[in-house]
């Protein structure tokens, strides 16, 4: 396994248009993340899932941002009709359910709405 | 709402010295905190983890302390290399969120070190 795996790593779309990344976990973790990060900013919480269980979501995420995690392994997050404020890059993160362990970052998605 | 501040401004360094990043939070106190590394147009990795009973870790040239008194947490890079020309983020995770990992993250500080 080499790690968590982010598809696309660039995406540029009009504005209005639905996208949908792709994260592919370390294949042990159950737990998996998806955060947001701006130019100069930290990554920011958005969703949170144990297996296929979506436990938490952040006030971040509107109602035009849905993900899942079918079947607990890969994860998707798809945002509709995009802003122009969605531009950033979203992460993907897996981790064990050990206590107090570290995230495991894939490259992330770079999302530009022109 | 929890506030997570880390030097604003960019630390240049010479090669050689001790490089001394800060984090510095509002409200309760983490369950743990982390250091990350984050390369431009590249993910985070993971560098250290210090739990709230513990006042100090290491790891080869890299030290993390942790004041739940002063809620801050410093992060130290001695025998500083260009290579560790990064930008560095501190995280932390809450009592609550222990059981899920999830983590706060400070705005991140831009580490430069010249040869």
């Known amino acids: 396994d080499t790690g968590v795996s982010q598809n696309p790593r660039h995406k540029i779309t009009k504005r209005g248009q639905n996208v949908t990344f792709r994260c592919d976990p370390i294949?042990?973790?159950?737990?998996l993340y998806w955060y947001r990060q701006t130019l100069g900013q930290g990554p920011e919480f958005l969703t949170y899932?144990?297996?296929?269980?979506?436990?938490?979501k952040s006030r971040l995420l509107s109602d035009r941002f849905s993900a899942e995690r079918p079947k607990g392994s890969f994860s998707t997050l798809e945002i509709q009709r995009t802003e122009q404020g969605d531009s950033a890059m979203y992460l993907c993160?897996?981790?064990?359910?050990?206590?107090?362990?570290?995230?495991?970052f894939g490259q992330g998605t770079r999302l530009t709405v022109v | 709402s929890q506030k997570i501040e880390q030097n604003s401004e960019a630390l240049n360094i010479q090669e050689g010295k001790t490089a001394t990043l800060t984090c510095n939070y509002t409200?309760?106190?983490?369950?743990?905190l982390q250091w990350y590394r984050q390369d431009p147009g590249r993910g985070p990795v993971f560098l250290l983890l210090?739990?709230?009973?513990?006042k100090e870790k290491r790891k080869e040239r890299l030290k993390v302390t942790f004041d739940t008194t002063l809620k801050q947490s410093l992060f130290h890079i001695t025998a500083s290399q260009p290579a560790d020309s990064a930008t560095y983020l501190c995280a932390l995770a809450f009592p609550g969120a222990s059981n899920t990992g999830k983590l706060i993250f400070g705005q991140g500080t831009t580490l430069q070190v010249k040869p």
């Open positions: 993160a897996s981790s064990s359910s050990d206590l107090d362990t570290e995230a495991f």
């Open positions: 210090i739990r709230e009973n513990e």
């Open positions: 409200n309760y106190s983490p369950a743990y």
């Open positions: 294949s042990e973790h159950n737990r």
């Open positions: 899932f144990q297996n296929e269980a979506q436990l938490e």
